[in-house]
């Protein structure tokens, strides 16, 4: 099992210089990954950019988006941006994409919000193509690999039909292991060769001198979701015995990957998480 970690580009208030230090930190620690993740009305970095700075301060670390909605720009713009940031990073890149599910990020981008599904299956269809075909010369380099998210049918689809594999949101391994299930059978019923790459999302905070921070992020993270964002901060793991038994979860269900997302904007986050599970 894979053991990755999330920048925390989307946490208020993290600055630039602590996605770079992330980046050096991360890889020092021994993870596998690091991954972005994607809001556009909320405060915090773009996740491409804070990948291409990661490139520079490291050489080893694989890094991708988890998830980039994609609908919210153009499939030609979306592939130049991935296959330069994947030059740069000496293809360690994966490009993890989801439709997109709040409206406010698509009226801001200017947007449909309601066409993005149609929308995201041409997206894919056309960044499928431009990575079987390879290197052009409208692209410094090839497509990256792509994951698809999201507990869906038409993700499920979206996946078997595209992809390179699945990700999963940041719910509980019991919620999402009937989804890996039906993305693993849906590929075998399709004919692709091997199997799908299967990474799972999980939250997470170590340290009672974090504890209140990271709860109040959560908090707001998912206060649209009204009361049941308190679930979310009880649900989050923040013991080593809690993270352990979330991996171990992740794994019965042939996750390959686990990426554990911070809440709190510390340094000693990544230290954190690597002595749990690394050392």
């Not at 009226?107 to 269809?125: C, I, K």
């Not at 078997?160 to 999963?168: K, Q, S, Y």
């Amino acid at each position: 099992m894979k053991i990755g970690i999330a920048f925390p580009n989307t946490i208020p208030g993290a600055s630039g210089a602590l996605q770079i230090r992330w980046a050096v930190r991360a890889e020092e620690c021994g993870f596998s990954s690091a991954a972005a993740t994607h809001r556009l009305c909320y405060p915090g970095h773009e996740p491409l950019a804070v990948l291409a700075a990661a490139a520079a301060v490291t050489s080893r670390i694989a890094l991708s988006t988890n998830i980039l909605v994609a609908p919210l720009t153009t499939a030609a713009v979306l592939a130049k941006e991935a296959a330069t940031v994947a030059s740069l990073a000496g293809d360690r890149v994966t490009l993890g994409l989801g439709p997109g599910v709040r409206a406010d990020d698509f009226q801001a981008a200017g947007r449909d919000f309601a066409s993005r599904g149609a929308v995201f299956d041409a997206q894919l269809t056309e960044l499928a193509r431009l990575r079987a075909k390879g290197a052009t010369d409208d692209l410094p380099g090839t497509v990256p690999p792509l994951l698809v998210g999201g507990v869906s049918r038409a993700a499920v689809r979206r996946t078997v039909r595209w992809a390179d594999g699945w990700t999963a949101p940041g719910l509980e391994p019991e919620r999402v292991a009937p989804w890996a299930e039906k993305v693993r059978a849906a590929w075998n019923r399709a004919g692709r060769a091997g199997r799908p790459r299967l990474v799972a999302l999980s939250r997470f905070w170590l340290g009672e001198d974090v504890a209140e921070e990271a709860a109040a992020f959560v908090r707001q993270y998912f206060g649209v979701l009204g009361d049941e964002a308190e679930s979310f901060v009880a649900k989050t793991p923040r013991t080593p015995e809690g993270i352990r038994e979330q991996v171990d979860r992740f794994a019965a269900a042939g996750f390959d990957e686990v990426i554990f997302h911070p809440t709190a904007a510390r340094l000693t986050q990544v230290d954190r998480l690597a002595e749990v599970l690394l050392s």
